[in-house]
């Protein structure tokens, strides 16, 4: 049955998308920093265990994930789509380095701000090939609960939303792979059914180019459903090439498998290990739009009060 969702909903699911995605985004980076607790993947056993209450002190400061995920919200409250060429200037203006930007981004978003037309400095990146990385991916998560009342149009967002600073199709089609991931885990929400974790991985692989190597790992991800965890790494890899080939299958099946419950979704990428702040926001950002705020299952209210406050900017 299709629907139209109006803006003050369309905002709320958003909202609640970007509180996963930023808690996840902040207490993943915990973990991704030198000499913090590890997984151990050969045992099973994280080093710390979430479930326990046995968390990091506060405040958990958030990282560029959050900061350009803001941006994309944003530019969504304000028009109610993206506008390529004031998405890519907010980024630029917004790029405070301390946030962990990688140096791909800096430099893209440098050109920009000194005045590069967006679409030339995307495709500047990498020798010309323009950048495959998880940045599109991490960001994109509210845009796509946003968008629950179309997949379609939250894959054509997210698509634009991506182009700004990643030209490679690879890194193009994670962001629509997620903001797809986002919309159907909103839509469920709103339906009040739970999709089974092969469907929800299904429909989002059906949304994808399948020429790209993000499509296979998303199919290989739905194999993989129920698979010990060192397994799943194995095959999809957990975000440390920093690419979205080897981030986005691996934390669309951490969605599926733990939709109904957060805590549970931000542990396994903690145990995971790799790029652990980019891939809690991923998982983050897809499960929140599916369980909400302080609900049974979804963003506790003690992790989003240790989290660091979000932009005074973001309306």
């Not at 599109?136 to 991506?162: K, W």
């Not at 600073?165 to 159907?184: F, K, M």
């Amino acid at each position: 049955m299709s629907f139209t969702l109006f803006v003050d909903a369309r905002l709320a699911l958003a909202r609640d998308s970007l509180a996963g995605l930023s808690t996840g985004d902040a207490l993943g980076a915990q973990y991704f920093l030198p000499g913090s607790p590890s997984a151990d993947l050969d045992t099973g056993s994280p080093s710390v265990d979430l479930a326990t209450g046995a968390l990091p002190p506060a405040p958990w400061e958030w990282t560029d994930d959050t900061e350009m995920a803001c941006s994309v919200l944003a530019e969504l409250a304000d028009s109610g789509g993206i506008d390529r060429d004031r998405l890519a200037l907010a980024f630029a203006e917004r790029c405070a380095p301390r946030r962990g930007y990688g140096a791909g981004a800096m430099l893209i978003l440098g050109l920009i701000r000194t005045g590069t037309p967006w679409p030339l400095a995307a495709a500047s990146a990498f020798d010309g090939q323009g950048s495959c990385g998880n940045g599109a991916a991490m960001r994109v998560g509210p845009l796509g609960a946003y968008f629950a009342d179309s997949t379609a149009r939250a894959a054509a967002q997210a698509r634009a939303s991506a182009e700004v600073t990643h030209a490679h199709p690879e890194g193009i089609t994670g962001a629509v792979a997620v903001a797809v991931a986002a919309a159907l885990a909103a839509r469920a929400r709103l339906d009040g059914h739970r999709p089974a974790p092969e469907r929800l991985l299904a429909g989002i692989a059906a949304a994808l180019d399948p020429g790209t190597e993000v499509h296979r790992s998303v199919s290989r991800a739905a194999g993989l459903l129920g698979r010990p965890l060192p397994r799943v790494v194995a095959a999809l890899g957990n975000g440390s090439r920093v690419t979205a080939q080897d981030t986005v299958g691996f934390t669309l099946w951490v969605a599926a498998t733990h939709l109904d419950d957060y805590p549970a979704a931000i542990q396994t990428c903690v145990r995971a290990g790799g790029d652990v702040d980019t891939t809690a926001a991923i998982a983050g950002a897809v499960v929140a739009a599916y369980t909400g705020v302080g609900t049974p299952g979804g963003v506790p209210d003690s992790w989003l009060a240790a989290r660091e406050p979000l932009p005074a900017w973001l309306p």
